[in-house]
């Protein structure tokens, strides 16, 4: 825990307080992050790499194999990460699917894109990833399987040349018909097989291991001296979407090999967010802010990024878009909040000692009158930071404080929130700061784009009330 007074703080907590002004991006601060993409680009010999984004939706960190977990549930995406770097303290800023991926695709928080639900598109006039790539001469398609990211209800269709959200085959006996990975593979490899222009920017969401978990044929973790247990039967679905999943991520990565894509490619495999299965009394994501939803897989391969390298400094999801980015020798956007990572996994910056993680989440998105319309898409439920171990969350509207001490309390079970306590108060002042300067200025998506399929569709998936 970061108690007041240690080596480093006071300085750090007044770089912090100047940065809650968000200040746009300064032209000292470009010029650093333009200089480290085109060193990145001279390591790959001046040629643009293919990007390629594997997701997974729902997917916790510690059921992933090379995160500890004893079940060899995800052995391609242990190999994959083990090519390159990954990070045991990476963390989403939403765990929610759409707002996720806004975020993800503009490095800009939950409540400056708009989309702060599910249903609830982000606005037009952020640029994401897609759209910067596109501009700099790649060709760019995504292959969806989760409904939150249907175009007219998400907008991150901006930029892509295709966007492929048109999956009507039901993976569930509810109503919601949801690609499934072998659909998304086979989707994606069909691309490939294309022999689209290079470089390409590939995005493949697989969304297996969303609710309801389903056990599949061969991947079952379930043991036959097993005493029946509902809780232990709920992990073991999602044990089985998981290995499902995981295995058609391993046929699309064999692929990618086979050509010869993997000489010239960042690969990058994360998740939106995780998922409680039953921590704090709760299953499920979106509610809460506690880490099973919260950290996240993340790993980078790729030429040129050092192998087997476990790298334990804090990262966030908003760091994304401008390290890949830096990859392919193009400078971020000019709006985009998160850091440029490639300099310190090249060893060529030293990984900040501290560094400060912002999170937010909103209730599913609520019906108004006559079913129509939502109402309140703007205020939070949830909103919390972390500092090194220490992490506090604020529900607003039951004044409810929560801080935990993740290095002693990994489950965050011992709440430490005392009002006579000096940490507390300074983390506590700072997060309200922070709320403060963006709760004026936070902007809207229009919750109207659903239509009655797709508020069924989310309904069914948990995400309306």
Wanted: aromatic share 12%; proline share 6%.
């Amino acid at each position: 825990m970061v108690r007041e007074g240690a080596a480093g703080t006071g300085s750090f907590w007044q770089r912090k307080e100047v940065m809650l002004d968000y200040p746009e991006m300064k032209a000292l601060k470009l010029l650093i992050l333009v200089f480290g993409a085109l060193a990145f680009t001279r390591v790959l010999g001046g040629t643009r790499p293919n990007l390629i984004l594997i997701s997974v939706d729902t997917l916790r960190q510690d059921h992933v194999s090379i995160y500890g977990y004893a079940r060899n549930a995800t052995p391609n995406a242990d190999r994959l990460m083990r090519t390159g770097a990954w990070f045991s303290s990476a963390h989403c800023n939403i765990p929610l699917t759409s707002p996720g991926f806004a975020s993800l695709m503009t490095s800009r928080y939950p409540h400056e894109t708009g989309s702060t639900r599910n249903g609830v598109p982000m606005v037009n006039d952020l640029e994401t990833l897609a759209e910067i790539l596109k501009k700099n001469g790649y060709a760019t398609a995504a292959f969806l399987s989760n409904w939150p990211l249907k175009k007219n209800i998400s907008n991150l269709q901006k930029g892509f040349d295709l966007y492929d959200d048109d999956f009507f085959r039901k993976r569930w006996i509810f109503f919601n018909s949801e690609r499934d990975a072998q659909g998304v593979t086979r989707q994606a490899s069909a691309w490939i097989d294309s022999n689209p222009q290079q470089p390409f920017f590939l995005w493949a969401h697989y969304s297996d291991p969303h609710q309801p978990y389903l056990f599949h044929n061969g991947f079952n973790f379930a043991s036959k001296t097993q005493t029946p247990n509902k809780a232990q039967d709920k992990i073991n679905a999602y044990d089985s979407e998981v290995a499902y999943a995981d295995y058609h991520i391993g046929v699309l990565l064999d692929q990618l090999r086979a050509r010869g894509l993997d000489q010239n490619s960042l690969i990058v495999f994360i998740a939106d967010h995780g998922e409680e299965l039953g921590e704090h009394g709760y299953t499920g994501h979106g509610r809460y802010l506690y880490e099973p939803s919260m950290r996240i897989p993340f790993g980078l391969s790729g030429p040129g990024i050092p192998a087997g390298k476990r790298v334990d400094a804090q990262i966030e999801l908003l760091d994304l878009a401008p390290t890949m980015l830096a990859y392919a020798g193009i400078a971020p956007g000019a709006a985009m909040r998160g850091r440029n990572l490639m300099p310190f996994i090249l060893g060529q910056k030293s990984w900040p000692e501290h560094f400060l993680v912002y999170f937010e989440t909103y209730p599913g998105a609520v019906r108004g009158e006559g079913a129509e319309k939502m109402v309140n898409v703007k205020d939070p439920i949830w909103i919390g930071l972390k500092l090194d171990d220490l992490k506090v969350c604020f529900h607003p509207s039951g004044a409810r404080w929560e801080m935990y001490d993740l290095a002693g309390d990994a489950k965050e079970i011992r709440n430490l929130a005392d009002p006579a306590d000096q940490t507390f108060i300074r983390f506590s002042d700072h997060l309200l700061a922070w709320r403060r300067v963006w709760e004026k200025s936070a902007v809207s998506g229009q919750p109207d784009a659903m239509t009655l399929e797709d508020k069924k569709r989310l309904e069914a998936l948990g995400y309306l009330k």
